[in-house]
Antibody, heavy 123, light 108 residues
């Protein structure tokens, strides 16, 4: 059974940093691209970042470019999101999502999602 | 960035109704369009990928169509468990992904 478990969320002051983790199990992690998608309270879905299976292709939403860094450790079956210079508008539930297909470039079809970790940016 | 616009933003319908939700892309995305269902307090669930392919385990009352800039999600006969929010998402630009704003489907 595919499982994605996010952790690392919490309350943080504006301008500070936070690192999210996603522990994956139930599939061959290093075969698939992975993504972070967030959802502000009461709002829609926003893609944040994605990374190919070998970290060779990485992308970011304009809203986080230059502040957030995605990475993965295939030996540990884990995905990460380093978030720096956090702003109030980064407050959201952050989901880890798995790409559906085994392809060189991410297909960006999200077939499994974690339950999310909540990040609240407030003074 | 490719903008995705869904209509309507909300919709009231009854069990047994046929419902259609529309998604329009700001430029052609071929068939790189996916649909998700999200229920309150839950993670999104993939329903349709590549515009018209049904994800494994999804009931056949869900169907998708379209290509280029205009797409539709159709639920042929609404069931009580279908009342949720639906999102379209383009995967044409695979590392510059955008979602529609969502369509909330409510019970009439």
């Amino acid at each position: 059974e595919v499982q994605l478990v996010e952790s690392g969320g919490g309350l943080v002051q504006p301008g500070r940093s936070l690192r999210l983790s996603c522990a994956a199990s139930g599939f061959t992690f290093d075969d698939y691209a992975m993504h972070w998608v967030r959802q502000a309270p009461g709002k829609g879905l926003e893609w944040v970042s994605g990374i190919s299976w070998n970290s060779g292709s990485i992308g970011y939403a304009d809203s986080v470019k230059g502040r957030f860094t995605i990475s993965r450790d295939n030996a540990k079956n884990s995905l990460y999101l380093q978030m720096n210079s956090l702003r109030a508008e980064d407050t959201a539930l952050y989901y880890c999502a798995k790409d559906r297909d085994i392809v060189v470039v991410p297909a960006a079809i999200f077939d499994y999602w974690g339950q999310g970790t909540l990040v609240t940016v407030s003074s | 960035d490719i903008q995705m616009t869904q209509s309507p933003s909300s919709l009231s319908a009854s069990v047994g109704d046929r419902v259609t939700i529309t998604c329009r892309a700001s430029q052609s995305i071929s068939s790189y369009l996916n649909w998700y269902q999200q229920k309150p307090g839950k993670a999104p669930k993939l329903l349709i990928y590549a515009a018209s392919s049904l994800q494994s385990g999804v009931p056949s009352r869900f169907s998708g169509s379209g290509s280029g800039t205009d797409f539709t999600l159709t639920i042929s006969s609404l069931q009580p468990e279908d009342f949720a929010t639906y999102y379209c998402q383009q995967s044409y630009s695979t590392l510059s992904i955008t979602f529609g704003q969502g369509t909330r489907l409510e019970i009439k």
